[in-house]
């Protein structure tokens, strides 16, 4: 039996006293940040957070961000905090290396047929936004696409949209982008994931805790405990060293 050990992520945010006075919560009327003005749209009142909550919000976003890093970067043996990632235990699995050669469609086909032939049908792909350019390229100038043909009306479940769906000989692959990739040229990459066999093992989810007040301030941590089980490497496959 493996086993996986969860990590845990955190945040910690703290308000002053002042500041919290300087920036109370109201209610700004007849205005609506996105949207006013055009058509079919009306001015309406937009609620505005005050300080703690906007330092919530900001914390929740940067330890969403880390998550993020942690899914495709994180490697448990350079840091014991963090859980391994997609990189790390994916490593030289189905490998297609293009050493420092420009992405075509057909190393597309060969990574997704890689993956195919060890049992794998990949439904994901994530790639750097050099590479989702590469690929947007690739379909304009190879087969005519528009812009609208290439992506997937329903994104992907909890609102996360889609960049481009790619139509494989496994079926639609939709491709994401993530900052956390390399965009220098050589060392570009995009991996192909069979989701049905990688999971996000959490143990406790995003939770606010207040911590002890020892002057005029608020402060409070975020925190997650999870990580990440990929239970097949070879169901997946990737691209490596895109020039």
């Not at 703290?14 to 009306?42: C, D, H, K, W």
């Amino acid at each position: 039996r493996a086993s996986v050990a969860i990590k845990f992520i955190y945040a910690v945010g703290r308000v002053t006293g002042p500041m919290q006075a300087a920036m109370p919560s109201y209610i700004l009327e007849g205005f609506q940040p996105s949207g006013a003005g055009l058509a079919n749209s009306t001015f309406g009142a937009a609620n505005v957070p005050n300080a703690l909550q906007l330092e919530i919000l900001m914390k929740a976003r940067s330890i969403r961000e880390k998550e993020e890093y942690l899914i495709i970067n994180g490697d448990s043996s350079s840091d014991s905090t963090e859980f391994d990632g997609i990189v790390k235990q994916q490593g030289t699995t189905n490998q297609v290396d293009l050493s420092g050669a420009a992405l075509t469609y057909d190393d597309i086909e060969t990574a997704i047929r890689y993956a195919f032939d060890d049992g794998g049908r990949p439904n994901l792909a994530v790639c750097s936004s050099s590479v989702l350019v590469d690929i947007r390229k690739i379909l304009i100038d190879t087969y005519r696409y528009g812009p609208a043909d290439m992506a997937n009306a329903t994104g992907l479940p909890f609102g996360v949209p889609s960049a481009i769906v790619l139509q494989t000989m496994v079926g639609p692959v939709v491709v994401i982008p993530s900052m956390y990739l390399s965009n220098t040229s050589g060392s570009k990459q995009i991996y192909f994931l069979d989701t049905d066999f990688i999971e996000m093992r959490v143990l406790q989810d995003l939770t606010y805790e207040e911590l002890a007040k020892t002057n005029d301030s608020r402060k409070f941590m975020l925190k997650i405990y999870e990580c990440l089980v990929m239970k097949n490497p070879a169901f997946n496959s990737f691209i490596d060293n895109i020039g």
